[in-house]
């Protein structure tokens, strides 16, 4: 049987691959593993069957026989433990690649997503306007570093790995703002990224339950 993951029935990113089952859905693709996916809506995820899988009720989980997870960097990094393909098999290397994930969800997801969030709710606030550079200013902190270890370099460190593959998921998140465009080598970056096969099938089988829902 292969494993099932959650997914929004009605997804809010609209089809646009941000929704938390991207990187999972991305994941399984790059390595191989077939997996079926439950959709679920809001109320759904609220309800007693689907917080015994996600205690903070939210998408995606993971099930594969006797083992449920939830955490799309928990679940990416079980999926690229159990299979080749996304961890480098020296142990150093190793080790740095589950560190990009890490920095991926801890360091740089924080600001874009306070940004993201401001941009969508707050355009109504009399703070919006004075507090929206300042927000700016704090994602562009972090795309300078992340140009900085770069470079030339096609992928974080070496190979493309899980690292690249949570780093992706979340730079494309300000594929709408603008501020990818002031580093062209993150935005070649983030590109590079979004043409892997396994990206194009992963997006593809979330948009088309997007498709579904807002024609069925």
Known sequence: MPPTITAFENSPDRGRGLARDMPV????EEVGQPYDVRLVSFS?????????????????????????????????????????????????ARSRAIAWMFAALSTLEPPIVELAMAMLFERDKPWYEERLPMLQDRVRVRLGELSAHLGKADWLDG?????????????????????LDEYPDVAAYVA???????????????????TAASTG
């Not at 007693?48 to 903070?56: E, G, I, K, Q, S």
Request: glycine residues 8%.
């Open 44 to 92: 759904a995820m609220k309800q007693p069957a689907h917080l015994a899988l996600h205690p903070f009720g939210q998408i995606p989980t993971y099930e594969d026989g006797d083992l449920a997870l939830f955490e799309s960097g928990a679940i990416v990094l079980h999926v690229a433990e159990r299979h080749d393909g996304l961890l480098p098999v020296e142990a150093n």
């Open 25 to 28: 859905r991305w994941a399984l």
């Open 159 to 179: 190979a493309f790995s899980a690292g690249d593959l949570l780093t992706v998921a979340v730079l494309r998140r300000l594929n709408t703002s603008g501020l």
């Open 192 to 210: 590079r990224g979004e043409a892997r096969l396994a990206f194009r099938r992963a997006f593809e089988a979330q948009l088309a339950v997007f």
